[in-house]
């Protein structure tokens, strides 16, 4: 049974830091992508990271590139989402999702049939 849980969210005030993590259990394929998404209330979820795990190949969101940061650790069948300089526009519930049918790692979420429950990550100004 497939499944991901995220935790790491919190409240923050702006400027301020913030590490998710995503633990994935019931994949047994050697190599998959986990993407990090978010989502406003009234808004399409947006993807905002992503990695391969059979590497470090990485693919960002422009609103995020250099200050989030998408890694693995997996020995624990963990992905971590580093988010620094966080601001307002921030604010969401972001999930974690995995695919283990493309070989790219895209940021759009039909590529994407597992997710976990979501995250809320709050910033204030």
């Known amino acids: 049974q497939v499944q991901l849980v995220e935790s790491g969210g919190g409240s923050v005030q702006a400027g301020g830091s913030l590490r998710l993590s995503c633990t994935v259990s019931?994949?047994?394929?050697?190599?998959?992508?986990v993407a990090w998404f978010r989502q406003v209330p009234g808004k399409e979820r947006e993807g905002v990271a992503a990695?391969?795990?059979?590497?470090?190949?990485?693919n960002y969101a422009d609103s995020v590139k250099g200050r989030f940061t998408i890694s693995q650790d997996k020995a624990k069948n963990t992905l971590y989402l580093q988010m620094n300089s966080l601001n307002p526009e921030d604010t969401a519930m972001y999930y974690c999702?995995?695919?283990?049918?493309?070989?790219?790692?895209?940021?759009?979420?039909?590529?994407?049939?597992?997710w976990g429950q979501g995250t809320q990550v709050t910033v204030s100004s």
């Open positions: 999702a995995a695919d283990a049918t493309m070989y790219f790692c895209g940021l759009g979420t039909s590529q994407y049939p597992d």
């Open positions: 019931g994949y047994t394929y050697p190599r998959y992508c």
């Open positions: 990695i391969s795990t059979s590497g470090s190949t990485t």
